[in-house]
């Protein structure tokens, strides 16, 4: 999130903002936070940023997870949603539910299979 006031710009990130101006249009100035290109006033430097750190949950910075999701053809002609969220996999499958501590399905191991992700 950034907040830009007369003389200030507030951010709230995970990563450190960077403020720039701008290659193609030299008038532009931005400040970029967690991957957000935010137009700033012309005035605001990197002194005039004031930061404040999002906690990272679970060990690691959430603007680093990544997901990924598929929709795959089931064999009687449903359709299911593959996700994986940071290395967690799930299926809405019915067989997915029933896998127990295997959590996994014939979806899954597909997708795993055509990318080699094995």
Known sequence: MVIITDNKAVVHSYMVPVVLNSVIEPSKKYLIADGVWTEVPDHISYSNVVWFQK????????????????????????????????????CSCPAFGWSGNSRTCKHITKIKTDNGWN
């Open 55 to 90: 906690p990272f949950k679970n060990g690691k910075n959430e603007a680093f997870k990544v997901q990924m999701d598929w929709e795959v053809d089931g064999s009687k002609g449903k359709k299911y949603k593959v996700e994986n969220y940071d290395g967690r996999w799930s």
